[in-house]
């Protein structure tokens, strides 16, 4: 169970940043005009990815494996702060495509 939410966080941060791939790429071929639609599904799977991490946390809290946790911490926290980052800066480069070709 615990390893279904790390695998879980893990498929869910490639997956928003994948999307944002797809929607810059898509935008540069046709012009999409599904950024938005884009945008709320990326920001929502990336916090579905976080809330993973901390259900993962949580559930090792419970277990009372703390060499587990203190092994996984750091690393956990890192890659949740990148996620969240590059899911934010990519939304802004989309949002600023969407702007300019637009203007």
């Known amino acids: ?16 940043l994948l999307l ?3 929607n810059i790429v898509k935008f540069r071929i046709n012009h ?3 950024w938005g639609i884009y945008s ?9 990815a ?10 090792i809290i419970q277990v009372g494996d703390w060499s587990v946790l ?5 690393t956990s926290t ?4 990148v996620l969240l980052i590059s899911t934010f800066v990519l939304n802004g480069v989309s949002l600023g495509m969407y702007f300019i070709k637009n203007k």
């Open 1 to 16: 169970m615990i390893n279904f939410f790390m695998l879980g966080s893990f498929l869910l941060g490639l997956i928003a």
């Open 20 to 22: 944002s791939g797809v």
């Open 32 to 34: 999409n005009n599904n």
């Open 40 to 48: 709320i599904v990326r920001i929502t799977v990336c916090a579905i």
């Open 50 to 59: 976080v809330g993973f991490q901390v259900i993962y946390s949580n559930r």
């Open 70 to 74: 203190m092994n996984t911490s750091g």
């Open 78 to 81: 890192l890659l949740s702060i």
